[in-house]
């Protein structure tokens, strides 16, 4: 004779409740995975974007000292081969070889000068300004 093993009846709820646990564990996992890759993308778009990285690095004019208009804390620098250069300062931007610093600027008018300078919005703002000596 041969024996017959029995296979259990599966509880129909018992089934229900394994595929719900399923599909749970799969929808919580797809919103984890939906959040976390909205988490990035706000990460990434708190970065400054590339141009504002590059207007971020000093800049460099050479040139004559054409004008300084003391009222709107610009100067002018004329280089030898281009256009003039209009270049804000503020009271801490570091100024070599004029007497006064800042406020000497205007007395060294044709002088050679050489600015370091950031972009700021569509503003060059000095950050150093070096009067070169007269020859």
Known sequence: ?????????????????????????????????????AQAGQDESRQPPAAQQDQQQTQTARG??????V???????????GAEVTIMYTDQTSVTGARGGVSGLGTVRG????????????????????IQPEQ
């Open 1 to 37: 004779m041969k024996s017959v093993t029995q296979v259990p009846e599966r509880n129909p709820t018992m089934a229900h409740r394994t595929r719900l646990t399923i599909t749970l564990a799969s929808a919580a996992a797809a919103v984890t995975l939906l959040v976390s890759s």
């Open 71 to 81: 009222e709107a804390k610009a100067l002018t620098v004329k280089p030898a081969d």
């Open 111 to 130: 002088r050679e000068v050489v600015v370091q300078f950031m972009m700021k919005d569509a503003d060059r703002v000095a950050t150093s300004i070096e």
């Open 64 to 69: 004559t000292l054409q004008d300084v208009d």
